[in-house]
């Protein structure tokens, strides 16, 4: 058995919340007290939170139900079927689907932890190990990366769709694709592409949503988050199914956009934008500018009436968007 299955074994026996003896984890996974004992610090030093009942043994802060590709498939609506696996640690989702390009297409994997997460614009992206979700999803695009410009804008409302069918009110988009809850970060979309300028295009869709953070991630984030422990207080938060709904929303999306483009996504992305009508700053560089959001064009870019009344667009990349003070 190797180390990083005997830590799975482990937190599979912990994942109930109960405690659990060094003798009878051992005696289950028939390896000594010292071996448990040696795994158990490798999954702290992983992030994991494990608490020693003194005299009794080990359990978790609290149950964890941990993600498991069986059940993320048999909740899966895609037709034809996504391929769906689960690593307990990747440096980073989206850069093992981008190992694999240009072949894979349809397919899913999940990381329980990541060693070196990405957000945009080249920041870190932190999850508290085995209780959020980091996934990336490989879509093959017969045509160029020109005419998936507006592909993020669709991902962030199958998102949006899916946690609302999960049960979250009030979530919506920020332009390109963050999703915010009440003005808080509830989950982001890195979006990579690899191919030839005509296509075909490797698009690989990233996606970190904030289920559970724990107090040490929560202070490394530097922007205002929230995740769905505090919005679903006390409701159950079964990761499997919010993995089926986000993918069965995605891929339904990715489908569409490679037959009808941004179009369809439009208006539904107008009705979940949460900056409508506001006053914002972008920065783009050492370069800022102050206006109202008009809206996204029809590429979906986004589009803003600066201070001299002036109309200007902004394509996604490297410019970050916040209200005006
Ligand atoms: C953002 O900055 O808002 C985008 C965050 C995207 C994070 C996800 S987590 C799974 C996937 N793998 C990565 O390395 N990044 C994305």
């Known amino acids: 058995m190797t180390d990083m299955s005997t830590r799975d074994s482990i937190l599979q026996i912990l994942s109930d919340g109960h405690v659990h003896t060094g003798t009878d984890i051992g005696g289950a996974l028939g390896i000594s007290r010292a071996a448990v004992s ?10 994991v939170e494990i ?11 609290a149950p964890l139900v941990l993600l498991d590709a069986a059940r993320i498939r048999a909740q899966l609506r895609t037709d034809p079927p996504l391929a769906v696996e689960v690593h307990a640690a990747l440096d980073s989702t989206n850069d093992a689907l981008l190992q694999r390009a240009p072949a894979a297409h349809a397919v899913a994997i999940f990381a329980e932890r990541q060693a070196a997460g990405r957000g945009r614009r080249g920041r870190r992206w932190l999850a508290t190990p085995y209780r959020n979700l980091l996934f990336s999803l490989a879509w093959r695009f017969e045509f ?12 962030g409302v199958a998102l949006v769709e899916a946690l609302r069918e999960f049960g979250v009110a009030d979530v919506g988009v920020k332009w390109p694709n963050d999703i915010l809850w009440q003005e808080r970060k509830l989950a982001g979309v890195l979006v990579d592409m690899r191919g030839e300028a005509n296509g075909p295009t490797l698009a690989v869709i990233g996606v970190g949503i904030n289920v559970e953070q ?19 207080a006390g409701a159950p938060l079964d990761r499997n199914r919010l993995a089926a709904l986000a993918l069965s929303h995605i891929a339904a999306a990715l489908a569409q956009f490679a037959r009808d483009e941004i179009a369809p996504f439009l208006a539904r992305w107008d009705a979940y934008h949460v900056y409508a009508g506001r006053s914002v700053r972008v920065t783009r560089g050492d370069d800022t500018i102050d206006g109202e959001v008009l809206g996204v064009t029809a590429q979906g870019a986004l589009l803003l009436r600066d201070r001299d009344g002036r109309e200007r ?5 490297e410019i970050s968007v916040r209200t005006a003070a």
């Open 313 to 317: 667009v902004f394509h996604a990349g």
């Open 51 to 61: 608490l020693r009942v003194h005299g009794r043994g080990y359990r978790l802060p």
């Open 144 to 155: 160029g990366a020109s005419a998936l410009s507006g592909l993020s804008l669709a991902v």
């Open 214 to 232: 724990d107090n040490a991630t929560a202070r490394a984030v530097d922007q205002p988050w929230i995740d769905l422990r505090q919005i679903l």
């Open 38 to 47: 040696k795994a158990v610090r490798g999954l702290e030093q992983n992030g």
